[in-house]
């Protein structure tokens, strides 16, 4: 007779970011192909990720025994576990100019044996001009500083010092 193993109950971890905004606002990740680049680590095991992996609202995969699905199945390299997480969309939110400076929760995942343990921002923000509402687009995060013009404000704009952490929720 094999051991069960009980379903990894659901915990839901937040993603929060802080920056310094220059004369941008409403800074937020565009679309469901957004790629979420995190990396994670096993809750039965301990094992994390070498590699960066990346989920998106638009990836949906059933899990095991019609419990739903996930935004990642994966199965654990050393401990075989089966492990999800599954971006919650209704949580997503946009980084403002009054929020400059101080961390806010941009996105929760329900995550069940797969915790987030480091996100690595990339290409695909989108923010607007705080005085002339512009619409820069393809915003890319990687470098944690973006810089550009604003035609219409006549100023530059930014974001800087681009931080984050996780906390349970």
Same mark, same amino acid.
């Given at each position: /007779? ?6 990894? &109950?659901? %915990?839901?971890?937040?993603?929060? @970011?802080?920056? $310094? ?28 990720s070498e590699k960066w992996q990346y989920i998106r609202l638009m990836d ?11 935004? /990642? ?6 401990? &075989?576990? %089966?492990?999800?997480?599954?971006? @919650?969309?209704? $949580? ?78």
């Amino acid at each position: /007779m094999g051991v069960r193993r009980r379903p990894t &109950a659901a %915990e839901k971890i937040a993603l929060q @970011l802080k920056a $310094t905004l220059e004369n941008v606002t409403n800074l937020r990740p565009l679309g469901e192909d957004f790629r979420w680049y995190l990396k994670m680590k096993c809750g039965n095991c301990g094992e994390i990720s070498e590699k960066w992996q990346y989920i998106r609202l638009m990836d949906t995969v059933a899990l095991k025994g019609g419990r739903g699905s996930a935004s /990642m199945v994966q199965k654990c390299k050393l401990c &075989a576990r %089966e492990n999800s997480i599954e971006i @919650l969309s209704s $949580t997503i939110k946009s980084y403002n100019a009054e929020d400059n400076e101080k961390f806010k929760t941009i996105v929760e995942f329900e995550c069940r044996g797969l915790e987030p343990i480091d996100f690595q921002p990339q290409a695909g923000f989108a923010a607007e001009g705080v005085e002339s509402g512009t619409v820069f687009s393809d915003i890319n995060l990687q470098e944690k500083d973006w810089t550009d013009y604003d035609e219409k404000a006549q100023e530059s704009v930014g974001i800087y010092e681009v931080t984050h952490q996780f906390v349970k929720c």
